[in-house]
């Protein structure tokens, strides 16, 4: 069994995007669990951002600057994409309100799809070549059900989502001590801690691999080359066999 780091990670980028409701200088709990899988990235050389959403003064819509559709204001455009395009890894982390993402998460994920539209160097779509997790906190229920609507959503906008690619903590059923709180057992969970390690490897090790193999082939997948009529195979009408 391998012991050691296969391959080097230190040209790669990563963005966690905290969805906490709560502002900073706020305790966040999401931000505790966040802060292990990004201390795992940096210790293998990788330049890692955090970004506190909700400190942003961001713009609600599906445009890719608001500013555009009347709103006087949008810290999404300037402040938070810039971050989110350079990175190869981006990991969302929130919290569960009625065994559900917070309303921060879907207004990040609405920005990401506001975006979905633009193009990379390839004539691809934007998120192509990138790859993506999640990570999620509470203190009852919702962690699998919070973590497909959001992994779901990446890959439908082009992220690439690796194999065991989220994690998170709830602690009991019902009302009861977040992650962060004195004797929650949060931190030391061995499950919360296992899963956590292996998203954020296996975030590194296709990270490495498409950015070694330039992303994703660029044939069959090109907007432009279909709007010119090329199928790449595709038969509208192909006939009975």
């Known amino acids: 069994m391998p012991d050691e780091t296969p391959t080097t990670y230190s040209d790669l980028k990563a963005v966690f995007i905290n969805c906490t409701l709560k502002k900073s200088p706020e305790q966040s709990h999401t931000q505790g669990l966040i802060d292990k899988s ?25 445009y890719p600057d608001m500013r555009e559709h009347g709103w006087a204001t949008d810290g999404w455009f300037d402040e938070v994409w810039p971050i989110v395009v350079a990175a190869d890894i981006l990991v969302i982390g929130g919290p569960i309100w009625l065994g559900d993402n917070s309303s921060v998460t879907r207004q990040l994920i609405e920005r990401l799809y506001a975006m979905s539209g633009l193009f990379n160097e390839k004539g691809q779509y934007t998120f192509y070549g990138k790859t993506a997790g999640a990570l999620l906190t509470g203190n009852e229920d919702g962690v699998k059900h919070a973590a497909m609507s959001i992994l779901y959503s990446l890959q439908h906008i082009g992220y690439t989502i690796p194999p065991a690619a989220d994690a998170g903590w709830i602690g009991e059923v019902g ?3 977040s992650y962060l709180d004195s004797g929650s057992g949060g931190p030391e969970n061995d499950f919360t801690n296992r899963n956590t390690t292996f998203m954020t490897w296996n975030l590194l090790h296709l990270a490495r691999m498409l950015k070694d ?7 069959g997948n090109i907007q432009q080359a279909w709007d010119d009529g090329k199928r790449s195979g595709f038969e509208a009408n192909p006939e009975y066999r």
């Not at 193999?213 to 044939?219: L, T």
């Open 175 to 177: 009302p009861g001590p």
């Open 213 to 219: 193999a330039g992303g994703i082939p660029a044939y």
């Open 38 to 62: 990004a201390a795992l990235m940096r210790a293998q050389g990788v330049t890692v951002d955090n970004v506190r959403f909700i400190d942003h003064d961001i713009a609600t819509g599906i």
